[in-house]
């Protein structure tokens, strides 16, 4: 049976991995889920706010084992009050944001999520390259100058010597 990957829109605060494990376990075997956390800037803002002062996470993927679970799920869950929470629960007022994701796999988002570091991580050698390369040629020229600016002066002393000698012998 093939695995069957939802996309979490929108993760609750307070919601964790274990909590969507036991939520979502009811629709079938779970394989892997991974939510993604907020960025340090988004906590720092909600704090500034007043808002609460625990990090959370934006959104998230389940890997259902059975696609034919993964489609039951979101066409259960989807847009639906979060359940399993009690009636002044934490998730009273939460309504499940989930999208089945077809024809995408789990391997499909590993490479999708280490992808994008890897090009952030190239582009950053890719400058630090070039910055290393301009410093190279700017060191190169420097250089340059330097030798020819002790020729000009080893050569007008020359001429300031020549001149003194023929003006000797005269």
Known sequence: ARAGVVYMARVPPGLDEGIVRSLLGRCGPLGRVWLRAETPETVAARRRLGGRHRAGFTDGWVEFQRQRDAESAVALLNGQPIRGATRRGKFQNDLWCLRLLPSFSW????????????ERVLRVKSEVAAARRERTFIEKRADLARIVLRDRRASAADAVTVGTRVDAMD
């Open 107 to 118: 391997d499909d988002l590993v490479d999708e999520i280490f992808g994008t570091r890897r």
